[in-house]
């Protein structure tokens, strides 16, 4: 199992629920923003590319999960952004098209912090989560008719912060002991799916 921690949040599986319910009727639309205001010294990791470094590996990863579990793998991906003085992103704006139908808008920064919030819109309505939606957070379900209040969802569990990677070492744990190879949640294929879709941004601004 990738530590991907996000996907076993509670409100990411109302947010799976809802659109396995059809909640949104037909999804045109995820946006997901992660953007940090990183330390600036050059041998951090973050700004170091033989660590690793730069926005798409270390927070844009958050949002093209997002978007894989929503829509899938893409059929296109666009990314345009800028690099640091020692050759990693410092931000980048990557679109993915989905068969024609739907679209990703993702954002991650290293040198500006943002409300680093997300939504998904489609032709029934739209949840929107607060930010930083990779944590522990309230979400939002807005239909398409102006007239009826939105659904307010709030974690009944109180687990914030660090505390919530219990989750998914909870997950890991019930998974061996059902015997299982991968988790149902983030299974190994799509994985790698996520990870071609970083190396072709990554590629697109100049790093790979």
Do not use: C
Not at 106 to 115: C, D, H, K, P, Q
Not at 152 to 168: C, F, H
Not at 186 to 208: F, K, N
């Amino acid at each position: 199992m990738e530590a991907m921690w996000s996907r076993y949040l509670p409100h990411i599986s109302v947010v799976r629920k809802l659109l396995a319910d059809g909640a949104l009727g037909e999804v045109r639309h995820v946006f997901a923003d992660l953007s940090q205001s990183g330390p600036r010294d050059p041998l951090h990791r973050q700004r170091n590319a033989a660590l690793g470094g730069g926005a798409l590996l270390d927070l844009g990863v958050y949002t093209v999960q997002f978007s894989s579990m929503v829509l899938g793998a893409p059929s296109a991906i666009t990314a345009v952004g800028a690099l640091t003085e020692t050759g990693v992103d410092a931000y980048s704006t990557v679109v993915l098209s989905h068969g024609g139908h739907a679209q990703s808008t993702l954002i991650s920064s290293i040198v500006a912090r943002s409300s680093s919030t997300a939504y998904v819109t489609g032709s029934a309505g739209r949840i929107d989560l607060a930010g930083d939606f990779h944590n522990p957070t309230t979400l939002r379900l807005v239909g398409n008719d102006y007239a009826t209040e939105p659904l307010l969802w709030t974690d009944p569990t109180g687990v914030s912060g660090y505390r919530a990677l219990s989750w998914q070492a909870t997950a890991a744990a019930r998974y061996i002991g059902q015997g299982l190879m991968e988790s149902p949640l983030h299974p190994l294929d799509e994985i790698v799916q996520i990870t071609t879709t970083l190396d072709v941004a990554r590629s697109q601004l100049g790093m790979v």
